[in-house]
T-cell receptor
Framework: GAVVSQHPSRVICKSGTSVKIECRSL??????MFWYRQFPKQSLMLMATSNEGSKATYEQGVEKDKFLINHASLTLSTLTVTSAHPEDSSFYIC??????????FGSGTRLTVV | DAKTTQPPSMDCAEGRAANLPCNHS???????VYWYRQIHSQGPQYIIH???NNETNEMASLIITEDRKSSTLILPHATLRDTAVYYCIVDQTGANNLFFGTGTRLTVIP
């Protein structure tokens, strides 16, 4: 079945630094990938839609200059959290759509900013 | 915006069937009903989806009412490993967004 690999699974960074999270579709091409953020005991919140070869589409309230998304190939999208602060600590999850088979999700990245 | 309503939590005895309801009264004709579940600190896992007919796979069954305004996910023999948050989502094929509601936290009790 469709597999989406997300890396790293956990990362701890210092406040003010940047962190890059990778999302790869392993056995299919994904022209569109999605990035979510999940705070403890809350549901997934869609942050942005990543489009291969073009600019990402951000949901209302998500700062595009802070959460940089790059989708340079049909199998890779990256999310960079720039100048991270403790309030950016969260669980970040990517997903990709595979036709009518629905969405496949990565295993998530636990970001802790100290 | 989430278009579904689910009870926040449910319990189920191990070995019994777990029936998880979902209301999606504003569903449109070309929107599918998808079910995912999320085990703690993992990404959501696909379970099943359907348009208007009932569906069954190795994980679960999906019963969609005739008017499509609600559906029920059935786990026929719940195990402890089925403890998770279950999300019911309506999605239009070709649409580029997937919004999650609050889901149902299912606890399977030994």
């Amino acid at each position: 079945g469709a597999v989406v690999s997300q890396h790293p699974s956990r990362v701890i960074c210092k406040s003010g630094t940047s962190v890059k999270i990778e999302c790869r579709s392993l056995d299919f091409q994904a022209t569109t990938m999605f990035w979510y953020r999940q705070f403890p005991k809350q549901s997934l919140m869609l942050m942005a839609t990543s489009n291969e070869g073009s600019k990402a589409t951000y949901e209302q309230g998500v700062e595009k200059d802070k959460f940089l998304i790059n989708h340079a190939s049909l199998t890779l999208s990256t999310l960079t959290v720039t100048s991270a602060h403790p309030e950016d600590s969260s669980f970040y999850i990517c997903s990709a759509r595979r036709g009518t088979y629905g969405y496949t999700f990565g295993s998530g990245t636990r970001l802790t900013v100290v | 915006d989430a278009k579904t309503t689910q009870p926040p939590s449910m319990d189920c005895a191990e070995g019994r069937a777990a029936n998880l309801p979902c209301n999606h009264s504003t569903i449109s004709g070309n929107e599918y009903v998808y079910w995912y579940r999320q085990i703690h600190s993992q990404g959501p896992q696909y379970i099943i989806h359907g348009l208007k007919n009932n569906e069954t796979n190795e994980m679960a069954s999906l019963i969609i009412t005739e008017d499509r305004k609600s559906s029920t996910l059935i786990l026929p023999h719940a195990t402890l490993r089925d403890t998770a948050v279950y999300y019911c989502i309506v999605d239009q094929t070709g649409a580029n967004n997937l919004f999650f509601g609050t889901g149902t936290r299912l606890t399977v009790i030994p």
